[in-house]
């Protein structure tokens, strides 16, 4: 272990606070933002979708960076560098909005693809439970920020303040991670580790030539990309059957806050389950139903839809990032495949608004949409099945 075990637990909680906070502050706050700037409908969803596509590219750079000069320095830098992003994003025009959101999805990548490998390293035994407490305190950091945004807002006196105020959060996170990466370098004697490189004598595992690989990674894309849609068009869909939009940001808000559930309970389940094929069943089949229930009663079912959701979502998410650790032998292979899930991952999330939102503009309805994204469900579930085997990559 390189640190004490609880500020190492302090450290990946705060940082985990995080990974979805600086991307669920400004969706509540999108109309503030195009009326400001004058935006149209296109350039106002590339506020939201570009983190989500640097989300993907910066992944492709982060297992190097972890080898190159090490785990806690990284997530450090993530850190500084995210709250950085939420402050660029505040500046008086149009193009820092932009630059803001890559800066932050960047960093969110860095974040996201490191964490996995480092609990592999620093909790080989408890990699699941730990699992668990990550996805689930960056899922309840998305649901404060959420339901506070447009609070803060009014508090604060307008949409930058409310916006800029998380900084504060990636500036607490990173001084948790300072000293544990001080006490790092006291006991090596020179320099924090990287997630380990595999030995002279075994060859690195080439996870983009494993079909185990690809079905993980497929599996994290799917998840994504249904998230991702509701993040975008949920509220969208409840206004467009009649639902108030203070009563849809509150169905919204109680969606997210039942991810928690999914999150914290099903990396725990999973961890003690040899196969996980009955947890893929169940996560992807609350999600369906959830879908389902959007298209048949929208509005009169709202919340029973937004519960399940939540909960398939949370456990979805949950089990995939608990499928990189336990589909894997060691953490080096751990964090190359987190970069490889999540590379592709978010990718392929960043086109499920777009399309969910062409579709929807093409056909007069959501009905097509959200059976499109039946069908994504009923491909995670069988590519999921594959992907629970209990195997290594």
């Given at each position: 272990m390189?640190?004490?075990?609880?500020?190492l637990?302090?450290?990946?909680?705060?940082a985990?606070?995080?990974?979805?906070a600086?991307?669920?502050?400004?969706?509540?706050?999108v109309s503030?933002?195009?009326?400001t700037?004058?935006l149209?409908a296109?350039?106002?969803?590339?506020?939201?979708?570009v983190?989500v596509?640097?989300l993907?590219?910066g992944?492709l750079?982060a297992p190097?960076?972890g080898?190159?000069?090490?785990?806690?320095?990284?997530?450090?830098a993530?850190?500084l560098?995210?709250g950085?992003?939420?402050?660029?994003?505040?500046?008086p025009t149009?193009?820092?909005?932009?630059?803001?959101?890559?800066?932050?999805?960047t960093?969110?990548?860095l974040?996201n693809?490191l964490?996995?490998?480092?609990?592999?390293?620093?909790?080989?035994?408890?990699a699941?439970?730990m699992?668990?407490?990550?996805?689930?305190?960056?899922i309840?950091?998305?649901?404060?920020?959420?339901?506070?945004s447009?609070p803060l807002?009014?508090?604060?006196?307008?949409w930058?303040?409310?916006?800029?105020?998380?900084?504060?959060l990636a500036?607490v996170?990173?001084?948790?991670w300072?000293?544990?990466?001080?006490?790092?370098?006291?006991?090596?004697?020179?320099?924090?580790?990287?997630?380990?490189a595999?030995?002279?004598?075994?060859?690195?595992?080439s996870?983009?030539?494993s079909?185990?690989?690809?079905?993980?990674?497929?599996f994290?894309?799917?998840?994504s990309?249904?998230?991702y849609?509701l993040?975008?068009w949920?509220p969208?869909?409840?206004?467009?059957?009649?639902m108030s939009?203070?009563t849809?940001?509150?169905?919204?808000?109680?969606n997210n806050?039942?991810?928690?559930v999914?999150a914290?309970?099903?990396p725990l389940?999973?961890g003690?389950?040899?196969?996980?094929?009955p947890?893929?069943v169940l996560v992807?089949?609350?999600v369906?139903?959830g879908?389902?229930?959007?298209?048949?009663?929208?509005?009169?079912?709202?919340?029973?839809w937004?519960?399940?959701?939540?909960?398939g979502q949370?456990?979805?998410?949950?089990?995939?990032?608990?499928?990189?650790?336990?589909r894997t032998?060691?953490?080096?292979?751990?964090?190359?495949?987190?970069?490889?899930?999540?590379?592709?991952?978010?990718?392929?999330?960043?086109?499920?608004p777009?399309?969910?939102?062409?579709?929807?503009?093409a056909?007069?309805?959501?009905?097509l949409?959200?059976?499109v994204?039946l069908g994504v469900?009923?491909?995670?579930?069988?590519l999921?099945?594959l992907a629970?085997?209990n195997?290594?990559v």
């Amino acid at each position: 272990m390189l640190a004490h075990p609880a500020l190492l637990l302090v450290g990946i909680v705060l940082a985990s606070l995080n990974m979805r906070a600086a991307l669920a502050s400004v969706s509540p706050l999108v109309s503030e933002l195009a009326e400001t700037y004058g935006l149209s409908a296109a350039a106002s969803s590339l506020v939201t979708s570009v983190p989500v596509l640097f989300l993907g590219l910066g992944a492709l750079v982060a297992p190097w960076l972890g080898r190159r000069f090490g785990a806690e320095r990284v997530l450090l830098a993530a850190l500084l560098l995210l709250g950085a992003g939420i402050l660029v994003r505040i500046l008086p025009t149009a193009a820092a909005l932009y630059a803001g959101g890559v800066l932050v999805g960047t960093a969110i990548a860095l974040l996201n693809v490191l964490m996995p490998g480092l609990i592999k390293r620093d909790f080989p035994d408890r990699a699941a439970s730990m699992t668990s407490v990550y996805t689930g305190a960056m899922i309840a950091g998305a649901t404060l920020v959420a339901a506070s945004s447009v609070p803060l807002e009014r508090v604060l006196g307008g949409w930058q303040a409310s916006l800029g105020v998380w900084s504060l959060l990636a500036v607490v996170a990173a001084l948790a991670w300072l000293p544990q990466l001080l006490i790092a370098r006291g006991r090596t004697g020179h320099e924090v580790r990287a997630v380990p490189a595999a030995s002279v004598a075994a060859r690195p595992v080439s996870v983009w030539r494993s079909a185990l690989a690809w079905q993980v990674t497929l599996f994290m894309g799917l998840q994504s990309l249904w998230t991702y849609v509701l993040i975008a068009w949920m509220p969208t869909i409840f206004t467009d059957h009649g639902m108030s939009r203070s009563t849809a940001g509150v169905v919204f808000a109680f969606n997210n806050l039942m991810q928690v559930v999914g999150a914290f309970a099903v990396p725990l389940l999973a961890g003690r389950m040899r196969s996980q094929r009955p947890l893929i069943v169940l996560v992807t089949s609350l999600v369906a139903a959830g879908y389902a229930g959007l298209m048949a009663a929208p509005v009169e079912g709202a919340w029973l839809w937004s519960a399940l959701l939540g909960v398939g979502q949370g456990g979805a998410v949950g089990l995939a990032l608990t499928l990189i650790v336990l589909r894997t032998g060691d953490a080096a292979t751990a964090a190359r495949l987190s970069g490889m899930a999540q590379t592709v991952g978010y990718l392929l999330a960043a086109a499920g608004p777009l399309a969910a939102g062409a579709l929807h503009q093409a056909s007069g309805s959501w009905t097509l949409p959200l059976a499109v994204v039946l069908g994504v469900c009923a491909t995670a579930l069988a590519l999921g099945l594959l992907a629970a085997r209990n195997r290594t990559v």
